[in-house]
């Protein structure tokens, strides 16, 4: 008897254990008006353990409205907005002339982030009076912060981390790079079914890069699409002299015209000529011919013998 009680306490014990921190039980149905993140449509394939984590990092922090509304910035110096679609970037003219300076900028949604990169949609009003929606990525991440509110865009364009900045400038020199120079390139960069996204400005203090902000979502897994887009990068590199790495579904985005952008040059190698500032040559391999100069100022430190 003493035996069949202490059998039942251990049942009511395990009935009544409090779950494993991270294994609680939840409802399986999504609560009304929300989004089940984790919902795919019907017949498509998943890749097992990656795409689980990629949902759950997704879930964690889904795109949509600031939580307590729009978010006014208005950063200490302008922003810069270029003035035309192509042409020359920062350092190449009159700055009067290729930017147009935008006091405020309104920022309404968090659009997504990933490791070097937080995303929002956000507008702005150009010179002439129009609205202007762009995306807004500032460098970085907060991975102990909702990105969905106002304290967290706060400490984003606070920020003066240098590591930060080399992010903002890496792929805010890749933006430059990839900027059309003239019509024909802007034709060949923009104008088809498969484009790049385009830069619209910038802003140093806040270390944020402005760009297109576009309609859309990433395609579903099509190999016939995404040797189109990495024929298009081989064209790009041609013209541009970029070569543009880590494509990926999640790097495209497709809108309902059946146009598709890349929207992500985090992952960019300038792979075209330039002339040495040191020894005044033009040079294929930067990378390379930079090494060499760095064994040669190394060589000349050496003490004798």
């Known amino acids: 008897a003493a035996g069949r009680r202490r059998k039942k306490v251990q049942e009511d014990n395990d009935e009544g254990a409090e779950q494993p921190s991270g294994q609680a039980e939840v409802s399986k149905e999504p609560a009304k008006g929300e989004e089940d993140c984790n919902a795919r449509p ?50 190449e003219g009159d700055p009067a002339e290729l930017f147009q300076e935008v006091p405020e900028l309104k920022i309404t949604h968090f659009l997504g982030s990933g490791a070097e990169g937080t995303v929002y949609k956000a507008s702005y009003t150009d010179s002439g009076g129009e609205v202007r929606v762009c995306a807004a990525k500032f460098a970085g991440a907060l991975p102990d912060h909702n990105p969905n509110t106002h304290a967290a865009v706060d400490l984003l364009a606070q920020r003066k981390d240098r590591s930060l900045h080399n992010i903002y400038e890496r792929e805010k020199r890749a933006f430059e790079l990839l900027r059309p120079k003239n019509q024909a390139q802007h034709e060949t960069l923009v104008g088809g079914p498969l484009r ?52 990926k579904y999640d790097n495209l985005l497709r809108d309902e015209q059946g146009v598709t952008r890349v929207i992500d040059f985090g992952c960019c190698q300038y792979i075209g000529k330039a002339t040495c500032t040191i020894c005044k040559t033009e040079v294929d391999r930067i990378d390379e011919h930079a090494q060499e100069h760095v064994m040669e100022y190394f060589q000349s430190k050496r003490k004798p013998g």
Do not use: N
């Open 42 to 91: 019907e017949g498509e394939e998943i890749d097992g353990a990656s795409s689980q984590e990629d949902d759950e990092e997704d879930c964690r922090f889904p795109p949509g409205p600031l939580l307590e509304g729009d978010y006014v910035w208005k950063p200490a110096t302008p922003i810069k907005i270029f003035t035309t679609k192509f042409g020359m970037v920062e350092g």
């Open 196 to 247: 790049l996204v385009q830069m619209l400005g910038f802003h140093e203090g806040g270390l944020v890069v402005f760009s297109e902000f576009c309609e859309g979502r990433p395609p579903y897994e099509d190999v016939a699409l995404l040797d189109s887009v990495k024929a298009f990068l081989s064209q790009v590199e041609a013209e541009t002299g970029v070569e543009v790495g880590d494509i």
